[in-house]
Nanobody
């Protein structure tokens, strides 16, 4: 069983940056893929970015060129660097990780982009 804990959310002005972190309670070396999802009020949860153990990444079209996902296997942590934030990026951001048997979710961290 792996527990995931997100941090780094908050209130930021449009054009600003935030870095989200997702700390795992155990090793993430065999968690594949790991991903960030988000859910805005009244909308379905959507995939933002994902990364595999081999380093492959994919992004939602809406965040390409602005967000960067990365993982540090030594620190058992997944990151999401978010630049050039827009009001439409406002959502609760969730960390997700898959093992062979199940998927794990964090509790989420709120990101609000507003002036």
């Amino acid at each position: 069983q792996v527990q995931l804990m997100e941090s780094g959310g908050g209130l930021v002005q449009p054009g600003g940056s935030l870095r989200l972190s997702c700390a795992a309670s155990g090793s993430i070396r065999r968690l594949n893929p790991m991903a960030w999802y988000r859910q805005a009020p009244g909308k379905q949860r959507e995939l933002v970015a994902a990364t595999t153990v081999t380093g492959n990444t994919n992004y939602a079209d809406s965040v390409k060129g602005r967000f960067t996902i990365s993982r540090d296997n030594d620190k058992n942590t997944l990151y999401l660097q978010m630049n050039s934030l827009k009001p439409e990026d406002t959502a609760v951001y969730y960390c997700n990780a898959a093992s062979r048997l199940t998927a794990y979710w964090g509790q989420g961290t709120q990101v609000t982009v507003s002036s």
